[in-house]
């Protein structure tokens, strides 16, 4: 049934009375005393902002107050004992919602704990926002895949589980106040709420608002069904009670027979879940057998069973309806004991028995957590701790009362790389972490990524390798020619990062005409061998090796992309025995054939040098070790652990090494490149940073500059370990603004 909310205590003038308002919050929280002055500055900050917004006609809604919003918000956060931070942030979330007070504000009088709660409601606030934009209903007539989508966004962008807590309780608020709208207002949030808020709650095993949720937005989605059975139940309502108090004393006499201790009431029935068992079991409103249910809470689980079998004794129950949550609990950590049986003048009658423990998990899910703190079993530590890795993890969302453990486990380590971005209409669509906005355009449609010139992501420009977050709105830009370029399909320059994009431009060089192809891969070829100076290969060898009849083939397969640049490299590097030094054919000088010594400790950044093990701790292989370059014996080998090497890194620090067992890492060649540019401000700066997140050392660099054309010459002596990483440095370099050409010396 709808829960109706208790009134803010008013003083005379109409106004809140806010220290009687906190006295009744921390009474139903049980907060200490300390939390009281930092609730009354929320109070106070919230209604002032909405003072001065009223007063500058700056309001976000005819009827709303951000103030007495946020204080309903609080005291239905209280119910579930939450502590103190999250109370604050109920307070004050409207009214930065509102931009009735800035967040910098709150951030500074109550810390950055408060703030990052209200900015991940905030966040979580995008799903609203974005649903608004269009006309279209998102989340009414979707598709069921557009509804898993929304929700999984929700919680990837969750990271406390707080910040849902306080986004269900303004919700609930939002569904409450809708009473008094229109019905177009009412149907859109119930419909929200419906496909999001209250599957959330289900999942975060809060009872008592998930049933609020349902049955509110059941009212006005389903206001005739809602209706009907709320009138069935109120014309039974009398006489119900009156048998519900004799089931009770019934059952209270028999339990304290067997010395029992244990709370015995009635249970309301909610009528969504009246409608949904009607529905699912496709019958009618008097054979719904937990009309009638009465309620056990005792001390112990062993209590549990045998107040059942008390319950059995009394009255017969009906088969296929009992069901032991206990040893099987739902998916949403819920436990109780659950049996229908015939009751007093041949009725059936539900009854539920649980501990008091259950019974608090039953109603506040993982708010049970703050509840209980230092109090309960491990246990309940272990359900809370779960609870929040099913928030993260929750993968189906449509069986509301179902769901698959052992699927989500099976699929856990999957979604956790997804990102969920929107749509200009406001549909969402799922990506693996790292795609980009081009990633974006293919999955719209083929035609609108093969003309994609540009996108914008939340309104602001962005170059097309742009990677795009969670809760993004992404919007793509585009060009009368359908043409995509092939610089798109290269790995190094990061456009695309789904196969299916790859497929689809792959796909449309397929389509070309032969002869185009064979000139567009002929021209990449030349480009990307004269850019690494390898002008003498064979390049009727390196066809037959990529099993290509001809020349002409190879060009056409790499213009239509069936081959690729760097699969082409590749056989390159193979067939000039790159990587093979005593046989290489390449003018290209290896830098670690020297590297491991003798007595397999290899020596990072150093060659050739003698070493030794110390008989002080004997290092064997396997140990964790450190080197000391001592005079006449090369470098000692100590175990890291090792009294002596451990003085000696404190007397002479200079004198120790890195070393370690095994092979030395993959050889490196020295290549020298050249760099031309126009001169500007930071350009070496650059091409060093690129060369570091490259991860390629730099042994020699010089610069020639030509102020009468501001021109400047770089020659680079660098590190390199493939013709892969070689094409992909040259790229990067040829990217950087200023510069005209970046290849390999001849």
């Not at 504000?105 to 269009?134: H, K």
């Not at 397929?510 to 690494?532: P, T």
Request: charged fraction near 25%.
């Amino acid at each position: 049934m709808v829960k109706v909310r208790e009134d803010h205590p008013i003083q005379p003038d109409g106004s809140v009375d806010i220290d009687v308002w906190i006295e009744r919050l921390m009474s139903m929280a049980d907060l200490e005393a300390d939390a009281r002055n930092p609730l009354r500055r929320a109070c106070l900050l919230s209604k002032e902002a909405e003072s001065e917004a009223n007063a500058s006609e700056n309001r976000w809604g005819a009827n709303s107050s951000s103030f007495r919003t946020g204080l309903e918000m609080a005291e239905i956060l209280g119910e579930l004992k939450l502590d103190p931070e999250t109370l604050i942030a109920a307070v004050l979330y409207r009214a930065v919602r509102e931009e009735k007070a800035p967040f910098k504000t709150i951030e500074r009088e109550f810390g950055p704990s408060i703030a990052s709660l209200i900015q991940g409601v905030l966040g979580m606030a995008a799903i609203s926002t974005q649903r608004n934009i269009s006309n279209d209903n998102v989340f009414g007539q979707q598709s069921q895949e557009q509804g898993d989508n929304v929700r999984k966004m929700l919680v990837s962008m969750v990271d406390d589980v707080r910040v849902a807590l306080i986004k269900l309780a303004e919700r609930t608020c939002a569904i409450r106040a809708v009473k008094d709208e229109g019905e177009e207002k009412r149907i859109k949030v119930a419909q929200e709420v419906s496909d999001i808020y209250a599957p959330l709650a289900h999942r975060l095993g809060i009872g008592h608002i998930k049933w609020e949720l349902e049955d509110l937005s059941f009212r006005y989605l389903e206001s005739s069904d809602y209706m009907q059975i709320a009138k069935l139940l109120d014309e039974r309502r009398v006489d119900r009670q009156l048998y519900i108090e004799t089931v009770i004393d019934t059952l209270r006499n028999a339990v304290k027979s067997f010395k029992v201790e244990a709370d015995i009431f009635g249970r309301a029935k909610h009528i969504y879940s009246i409608w949904r068992k009607m529905r699912r079991k496709d019958i009618g409103f008097s054979q719904v057998y937990d009309i009638r249910a009465v309620r056990i809470l005792v001390p112990t689980v062993r209590d549990c069973y045998s107040v059942l079998g008390i319950v059995h004794s009394l009255w017969r129950n009906i088969p296929n309806e009992f069901d032991d949550y206990i040893a099987s609990p739902k998916e949403n950590g819920y436990r109780s004991l659950h049996t229908a049986v015939i009751g007093p003048e041949r009725k059936v009658l539900e009854i539920q028995i649980r501990t008091q423990s259950m019974h608090e998990e039953a109603e506040f899910g993982v708010c049970a957590h703050w509840m209980y703190k230092g109090t309960e079993q491990s246990g309940d530590e272990d359900s809370y701790e779960q609870k929040i890795a099913w928030l993260r993890q929750v993968l189906e969302w449509h069986d509301e009362l179902g769901g698959n453990a052992l699927q989500d486990d099976l699929t856990q380590g999957f979604e956790q790389d997804r990102i969920y971005v929107f749509t200009p209409d406001g549909h969402v669509l799922d990506f693996p972490s790292g795609a980009t906005v081009l990633d974006f355009a293919f999955r719209i449609h083929t035609d609108v990524g093969c003309s994609c010139r540009g996108a914008k992501v939340n309104g602001r420009i962005v170059p097309l390798n742009h990677r795009m977050n969670t809760s993004d709105r992404v919007e793509v830009l585009t060009g009368r020619q359908a043409a995509p370029s092939r610089d798109w399909l290269s790995p190094a320059l990061g456009y695309i990062a789904t196969s299916r994009a790859r497929a689809k431009i792959q796909h449309w060089f397929k389509l070309q005409a032969r002869d185009q192809n064979i000139s567009e891969g002929q021209a990449l070829l030349d480009r990307e061998f004269k850019r690494l100076a390898l002008l003498d290969l064979d390049f009727e060898s390196l066809a037959k090796k990529l099993n290509m009849k001809t020349m002409d083939d190879l060009y056409a397969a790499v213009g239509a992309s069936d081959i690729g640049v760097g699969q082409a490299l590749n056989a390159a590097q193979k067939m000039l025995g790159v990587g093979q030094p005593e046989q290489a054919r390449v003018p290209i000088k290896s830098k670690a054939g020297d590297n491991k010594s003798t007595t397999d400790v290899y020596i990072e950044g150093v060659g050739n040098l003698l070493t030794n093990f110390a008989n002080c701790c004997n290092p064997v292989p396997g140990d964790a070790i450190s080197g000391y370059i001592s005079i006449g014996k090369g470098v000692s080998i100590h175990r890291q652990d090792c009294s002596n090497i451990l003085q000696l890194q404190v007397d002479e620090p200079e004198r120790s090494i890195t070393v370690d067992w095994g092979e030395a890492p993959e050889n490196v060649y020295s290549v020298d490149l050249i760099i031309e540019a126009f001169d500007r401000q930071g350009l070496l700066r650059d091409v060093t940073a690129l060369l570091d997140n490259e991860q390629v050392s730099t042994s020699a660099l010089q610069t020639v500059s030509d102020k009468r054309k501001n021109t400047v010459d770089m020659m680079l002596t660098v590190e390199i370990r493939s013709f892969n990483q070689l094409s992909r440095v040259l790229a990067r370099l040829n990217q950087l603004s200023n510069v005209a050409s970046a290849r390999r010396k001849h």
